[in-house]
Structures are given as C-alpha cells and as structure tokens.
C-alpha cells in the first residue's frame, strides 16, 4: 500500500526523533531549509550553457576543495 505524503513525512520525524531525541531534532531540521526560487528554470539558465565536461571538471574542484563539508558542528 502506498504511503501518503503526510504519512512519510510524520514517518521521517518519528525516526528523527527516535534517533536523535527532541532537541537534537529540532536542531537538525533548523539547520535545513526548503530555499527559495524556481530550480529548474534557474538550472536551465546556467546548465544549457555549459558542457558535461564543464560540469564534471567543476564538480571535481568543489570536491577538491572542500575536504570538511561535513565535519561542522551544528550548535
């Protein structure tokens, strides 16, 4: 049986809380946000003018230079 939207979502936030308790869960979801804008027209503005090696070779860099992208300490 397939699952509604809302049941996944309050699915996701049992688990959360389960793993993380109350406070750290609330934490976590601070730190997300949904954003903002319309990401497939902007994606279309800046990646049909690019080449997939371009893309590719600027995925390489991000990674290269962000060595700790996920050591941050969420207080």
Not at 36 to 61: C, F, M, N, P, S
Not at 66 to 71: I, K
Request: glycine share 6%.
């Amino acid at each position: 049986m397939m699952k509604t939207q809302n049941e996944i979502i309050k699915q996701g936030y049992d688990a959360l809380i389960n793993s993380l308790g109350v406070a750290d869960t609330i934490r976590f979801i601070q730190y997300f946000h949904p954003g903002k804008g319309d990401y497939t027209k902007e994606r279309h503005q800046w990646l049909d003018e690019k080449t997939l090696t371009d893309v590719l070779a600027e995925i390489k860099q991000s990674q290269a230079d962000d060595t700790n992208q996920y050591e941050e300490i969420i207080d």
